[in-house]
């Protein structure tokens, strides 16, 4: 049984796929919240030997956002701890060792968008809608995920009317890797990780912790960082093997060391 009340996490061939599951619509309250973030800075006790993870959601939608009857409770006495919790969940899919995918169908809304701009790559299936309500229920939050995604006019367009965007107008901006039919989202997805954990544990894991730290350095910070990486890729043996595979034309055998 699983430890979790609200996730599902199943691991196959180093892909963890982790559901939400809190009927109709997946929205997610503060123990939800802290479930996210138990599970994600803890995959490895979670997932182990997973090297990517896809963020799905059980049932029509991907998630409908935060529990609202929360939202009648809030004072600003109680905001800071509450707002905290939020953050920590949505930070540790962010900072999961591991490259996370989302796979989007349904809605995505408000903290639904944010779970997803957390995630490394969104797939999404034909038909998802994303959107950012908050305007709409008296809360801020969700517009600067949004803009890993979209441009900032399409960010505030969404944030100042809270409508609906559909998938196919934000994937013409280039945050969305895929749109797919709806039955062909977890094969998607699937295919996209497999791609990913094909290479070294090593590499990944170094390459998840570049990606971070390097999204919002300047250029030349940026790249300097990176190149520190390398050398501290040369002392493991999985660097080695790569380019042995190389040149003798072979398939590697990493061992993750």
Not at 208 to 232: C, D, W
């Amino acid at each position: 049984m699983s430890e979790f009340q609200f996730l599902d996490v199943r691991t196959t061939d180093h892909v963890a796929t982790v559901t939400m599951d809190n009927p109709p619509v997946n929205a997610v309250g503060l123990p939800m919240y802290d479930e996210i973030k138990a599970l994600f800075t803890g995959i490895e006790q979670h997932a182990p030997g997973a090297r990517a993870v896809i963020l799905t959601g059980a049932g029509k939608h991907f998630c409908g956002g935060n529990d609202l009857d929360e939202f009648l409770t809030m004072t600003p006495e109680n905001t800071g701890g509450r707002m905290l919790r939020v953050r920590e969940a949505f930070w540790s899919i962010y900072d999961c060792p591991a490259p996370v995918i989302a796979a989007v169908h349904g809605v995505a809304v408000g903290t639904g968008l944010a779970l997803a701009a957390s995630c490394d790559m969104v797939v999404a299936a034909e038909g998802a809608r994303f959107g950012l309500p908050e305007i709409q229920v008296g809360a801020m939050g969700g517009a600067k995920h949004a803009s890993r995604l979209v441009p900032q006019a399409l960010v505030r367009r969404m944030h100042f009317t809270g409508d609906m965007v559909p998938v196919e107008e934000l994937a013409r901006y280039g945050g969305i890797d895929s749109v797919v039919p709806a039955e062909r989202l977890l094969t998607a997805a699937e295919e996209l990780a497999r791609r990913i954990v094909r290479h070294s544990p090593v590499a990944i894991r170094t390459a998840k912790r570049s990606l971070n730290r390097i999204e919002y350095m300047e250029l030349k910070e940026g790249y300097t960082y990176e190149q520190s990486l390398t050398g501290e890729l040369s002392a493991h043996d999985d660097a080695k093997e790569a380019v042995r595979a190389f040149f003798e034309r072979r398939e590697p055998r990493y061992t993750g060391k």
